[in-house]
């Protein structure tokens, strides 16, 4: 009965709120006053706390949208406080102290609290500053070869090989409704979790799949790790059942028909000493990474091309003419992946821009010794920096007077040295190393639906066949929110090339897209 209780929604911020307000009120130090103004909670003390529980990443743009105009605020949260970056040119200074404001820390923070690892594993993983092993960085460094050239390749090789078995059944059986969301999640969990974990791969058990969703739905209370077999159980059972399955992925020799990405961070987590059980909690963490946000991305990509007929056009016909290879003799349709990365600006700028409008999430920076930034804003050691996308993606000194609009061009516009605020795959120097992989991912999994199919809703407003689905705020550690209802769509098979063998390749080349990055 105790443990129910304190699963409920409602009970759980509270009971949490109250026990870090007592063990730390005392400690909360007075605002020095060249720290960036403060950002006042609609409750006093514990309104910040609330609003992250009930918000997710959302919240961080709710201050700046009550707070405007206002490059920085200071966030008063009990042992943890934030300060909001909401201007590029803030972004940049930050950038430059990069030396002592670094995301490392929240490495060590998630191999606690998200993967569940022991003592021994943090002390392993944390950075050297601090008197750790440097562990993180190691398996980082160990990532990087394997998610570009050759190592990228195959991997979305084996991933597309997935996607046409799901497209094929698609036709089978269409015209026929679906879930969009739901069919998004499903197709893109499976082929992006074949490609990395071979054919062991433990993600081919729906039991695992649906762990899987109840571990990422659940991380906000995990996230505080008080009693979380009491307070989190269901994402506290749901990590455990899959590191569980991680470990008998491992005792199988599973990496052995996995991706190179998987076996350079086995090797690596093993030439540290980690224990069997430590990776294979490393591992389950991995897994919000490859599938959290991918998958919301891709349907808001799916989103914003269907429910624009010029746009899904224009797409159509820069595909069929640079991407998609045609034998009339064999009728069969190839979509080359490397085409599509080489030949296909539209496509790939529409992409970044639907990830520019669509994101709620932010990036997120440890100050690690006293600094003030732009000559303007002290912060102090130990603080916790966020920068919500929202403000930086909607902010006019870089964008313009059309921030605000969805412009399928803009990326073909801008160029790297003119942008310096795009997000979405993080900042250097911690940008992040799967957004290849993910990239391609998409762009093949949106290309092979909007070639073969019409998407056309069973449920819109007169005059409207897309109408904008309503969201909820989603786990902290996520960059989209999710869906209140589902969008349910007709599937109806084109009749250009209906009846053709449709597959995809991957032409060798340097596995990389010329993506703008902040």
């Known amino acids: 009965m105790f443990s129910e209780i304190l699963s409920t929604p409602v009970i759980v911020p509270v009971f949490v709120a109250i026990i870090l307000v007592v063990a730390s009120i005392a400690r909360l130090n007075r605002l ?10 609609t409750i006093p003390l514990l309104g910040h706390i609330f609003g992250l529980l009930w918000n997710g990443t959302a919240y961080f743009q709710q201050l700046c949208d009550k ?26 200074a930050v950038q430059r102290n990069s030396r002592i404001i670094s995301f490392d820390p929240f490495l060590n923070f998630a191999a606690d609290r998200i993967a569940g690892c022991s003592k021994h594993a943090q002390d392993i993983l944390r950075e050297r500053r601090v008197g750790g092993q440097g562990g993180n960085q190691k398996i980082i460094h160990a990532m990087h070869p394997t998610l570009t050239g050759d190592g990228l390749d195959e991997m979305n090789e084996n991933m597309i ?62 996230l505080l790790n008080f009693l979380p077999q009491f307070t989190a159980r269901r994402a506290w059972k749901a990590r455990q059942t899959l590191t569980n399955a991680f470990v008998e992925y491992y005792k199988a020799d599973g990496t052995k028909s996995g991706s190179q990405l ?26 919000i990474g ?26 159509r016909r820069e595909l069929y003419e640079h991407a998609v290879h045609i034998d009339t003799v ?38 690690y010794e006293d600094v003030v930034l732009d000559n303007k804003y002290f912060l102090k050691e130990g603080s916790i920096i966020q920068i919500p996308y929202p403000a930086v993606h909607g902010h006019a000194d870089v964008w313009g007077s059309t921030s605000n609009d969805f412009d399928p061009t803009r990326f073909l ?38 070639l073969r199919f019409d998407l056309t809703p069973t449920s819109s407003s007169p005059g409207s066949p897309w109408d904008e689905p309503k969201v909820r705020p989603n786990s ?16 109806t098979p084109r009749e250009k090339y209906k009846d053709y063998d449709w597959d995809f390749r991957v032409t060798r080349g340097k596995g990389r897209f010329e993506l703008v990055m902040g």
């Open 290 to 315: 490859l599938l959290a946000n991918t998958i919301p991305t891709a349907f808001w990509f799916l989103f914003d091309v269907c429910s624009r007929p010029e746009i899904l056009e224009k797409i």
């Open 476 to 491: 902290v550690l996520t960059s989209f929110d999710a869906l209140k209802k589902p969008l349910i769509v007709k599937a």
């Open 413 to 450: 516009k801008l160029t790297q040295r003119k942008v310096g605020a795009f997000l979405q795959f993080g900042i250097s120097p911690a940008a992040c190393p799967g957004r290849h992989f993910a990239t391609g991912e998409i762009l093949s999994f949106v290309a092979s639906l909007v």
């Open 67 to 92: 707070n405007p105009n206002i490059p920085a605020l200071t966030i008063p949260i009990p042992k943890a406080k934030t300060y909001l970056i909401t201007t590029p040119s803030l972004l940049q």
């Open 330 to 367: 064999a009728s069969s349709a190839i979509i080359d992946l490397t085409d599509i990365r080489e030949h296909c600006p539209f496509m790939v700028a529409v992409f970044q821009e639907s990830m520019r409008v669509r994101l709620p999430g932010r990036t997120t920076r440890f100050v």
């Open 32 to 41: 020095d006053p060249r720290e960036p103004p403060v950002a006042e909670p």
């Open 262 to 287: 998987a076996q350079s961070r086995w090797n690596s987590c093993h030439e540290m000493d980690i224990t069997l059980n430590d990776i294979a909690c490393l591992e389950t963490s991995m897994t």
């Open 161 to 222: 090989r997935r996607l046409k078995l799901w497209n094929d059944a698609l036709a089978t059986r269409a015209p026929m409704k679906i879930d969009l969301y739901e069919w998004c999640r499903e197709v893109i969990t499976v082929a992006a979790s074949d490609s990395m974990w071979g054919d062991l791969n433990p993600f081919k058990s729906k039991e695992i799949r649906d762990a899987f969703w109840d571990f990422e739905g659940g991380m906000n209370n995990l």
